[in-house]
C-alpha cells in the first residue's frame, strides 16, 4: 500500500484547509486510514481517522467539530478538511493506513507528510 499526502501550506489563524491523502494498492481500499501529525519538537499524534468503508470516523479531542475526516473510494482518496485552524494545528501531516481504525498501534503504512503552518 503506498500513500500520498498533499494539500499543506501556509495559513492564517482562523483559515480553512483541505489535506488529502491518495493511496494504492492491491489491498488498499481494504484498510481504515489514519491522519496523524508532528509539531517541532513534539511526538507524532493522532488526528483523525475513518474505516475502510468511510462508515465510522473517529476524532482527537484537538480537533472535535473543527476537523472533518471523509472517504472516496471511487477515487481512492481520504480527505481532512480542516476549519477554525490555530497555531497549535502546525506540523508535519501524515496519513497511514491498516486495519480497523488507525488511532495509532495499527498502523501499517505511512506516507509522506505535507507541512501545515498557521500564523497568528
Known amino acids: 500500500v503506498q500513500l500520498q499526502a498533499s494539500g499543506g501550506g501556509l495559513v492564517q489563524a482562523g483559515d480553512s484547509l483541505r489535506l488529502s491523502c491518495r493511496y494504492s494498492?492491491?489491498?488498499?481500499?481494504?484498510?481504515?486510514i489514519g491522519w496523524f501529525r508532528q509539531a517541532p519538537g513534539a511526538e507524532r499524534e493522532f488526528v483523525a481517522a475513518?474505516?475502510?468503508?468511510?462508515?465510522?470516523?473517529v476524532y482527537a479531542d484537538s480537533v472535535k467539530g473543527r476537523f472533518t475526516i471523509s472517504r472516496d473510494n471511487a477515487n481512492n482518496t481520504v480527505t481532512l478538511q480542516m476549519n477554525g485552524l490555530n497555531v497549535k494545528d502546525t506540523g508535519v501531516y501524515y496519513c497511514a493506513a491498516g486495519p480497523g481504525i488507525v488511532t495509532g498501534p495499527t498502523a501499517r503504512y505511512w506516507g509522506r507528510g505535507t507541512l501545515v503552518t498557521v500564523s497568528s
Open positions: 494498492g492491491r489491498t488498499s481500499h481494504s484498510y481504515g
Open positions: 475513518v474505516t475502510w468503508s468511510g462508515g465510522t470516523t
